[in-house]
């Protein structure tokens, strides 16, 4: 079965589906991206990230080409017509494709919207139940990563220079601070079983995976700080991992080559993936 994606009010197989090369996606990066998972057929806390696209889009005045409403529908359809069981769907929207390059905002334009799915089993990840190792790379990004803009060069060399170390993700490091994961939040463990991972703010994106699982362990009477920490403290931690739409929750074993605590997944994260995964089959539409 060939592939569907969605483009600009149109299924189409992924191999038609085409935007304008004046599209501002393609020459300003100007738009914005949300992942959610799909699990057995449904979203995974898809009205936390509608709700985030909301307020990327507002951020850069961008106005959406459709209600949330509609935008939940269309993801739906397009999980259905791809038969779509495990995996995620990406969507993008940006200011659209103007007659030429213009840096400041086109008039008249109209929004392009498109969305894909990948096939993925997440809550069977090899890597989940292995653990990943991380190394650390500066921080190089802009100052307003709170927007989930689609102007991810700088998380795309972290991520390359992680592949090549032969690790899973990179965490980006600013002013002795872990800021977070080229693609998502960091979380450590303390030894006095503390759960830390950064406060939101503009240096980090606000995690919808990240949200849930500060939520399930508060309900679960763990002790949670949101507040920065550095390197030297996660090697010293007990646990830690890291979360995302396309990940849940992930154990972290090993930073720049180091081990954190035996090197092997902590029961806590364990715990914290299980109870995650049972509230996104829970709660997913
Ligand atoms: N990335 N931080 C960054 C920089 C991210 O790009 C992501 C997600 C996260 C985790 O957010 P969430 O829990 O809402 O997925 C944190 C997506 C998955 C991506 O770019 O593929």
Known sequence: ??????????????AEAKVSILDRGFLFADGIYEVAAVLDGRLVDNASHLARLKRSVGEISLALPETLERIAEIQKELVARNQLVNGMIYLEVTRGADKGRDFAFPKGTTPTL????TVKDIVNAPSAKAGIGV????DIRWSRRDIKSVALLAQVLAKQAAAE???GEAWMIEDGKVTEGGSSSAFILT????????QNGSEILPGCTRKAVVALA????????????SVEEALAAKE???TSATLFVQPVISIDGKTIANGKPGPMTNRLREIYVDFARATAV
Do not use: C
């Open 1 to 14: 079965m060939d592939q569907i994606a969605y483009v600009n009010g149109s299924f189409v197989p992924l």
């Open 114 to 117: 498109i969305m894909f799915t």
């Open 135 to 138: 190394i650390t790379v500066p």
């Open 165 to 167: 170390a032969g690790a």
């Open 191 to 198: 030894r006095d079983d503390v759960l830390v991972t950064r």
């Open 218 to 229: 508060e309900e679960r009477q763990l002790r949670v700080e949101e507040r920065a920490f």
């Open 240 to 242: 830690a991992f890291i």
